[in-house]
């Protein structure tokens, strides 16, 4: 689906909720410069409507990006991209990896402990690589 020259694909049959899927390929195109500093997103009700979601869930992943430093949203101006500062660059990136993870940990029926454990096993184990 391309909505004000944003191309978004959405997988209903996916474990991974949609918010997130929206979420990770905004973050993406932010990433790479397709979206840049001062870019405006979609309104949440033209997003929601133009990829069949419900309000919420695009409030939701912009709320993420915001978290991450990606976005600014202010009520009555919409939101906008941000230029990210290398520490919220690695900061954003480092909690998308972190999403991806905890989703192919859950599609494992992994426990937390045991998710946990392959991290920090991986930490320890990265100089040695």
Do not use: C, W
């Not at 500093?37 to 419900?54: E, I, N, T």
């Not at 695009?58 to 906008?80: D, H, I, N, P």
């Not at 941000?82 to 989703?103: F, G, N, Q």
């Amino acid at each position: 689906m391309t909505t004000n020259g944003i191309s978004i694909s959405l997988n209903q049959a996916s474990p991974v909720p949609a918010y997130e899927q929206l979420r990770s390929q905004l973050a993406d195109l932010i990433s790479v410069g397709r979206l840049s500093q001062g870019d405006r997103l979609p309104s949440v009700r033209q997003f929601a409507s133009d990829l069949g979601l419900a309000n919420n869930t695009v409030v939701r992943a912009y709320r993420e990006l915001e978290t991450a430093g990606l976005v600014k949203s202010r009520r009555g101006s919409g939101t906008q991209v941000i230029a990210p500062t290398a520490t919220t660059d690695v900061k954003a990136k480092l909690a998308e990896h972190a999403r991806s993870y905890a989703a192919a940990a859950k599609q494992l029926n992994a426990t937390h402990e045991e998710a946990l454990a392959a991290i920090r096993h991986a930490l320890a184990t990265r100089d040695a690589l």
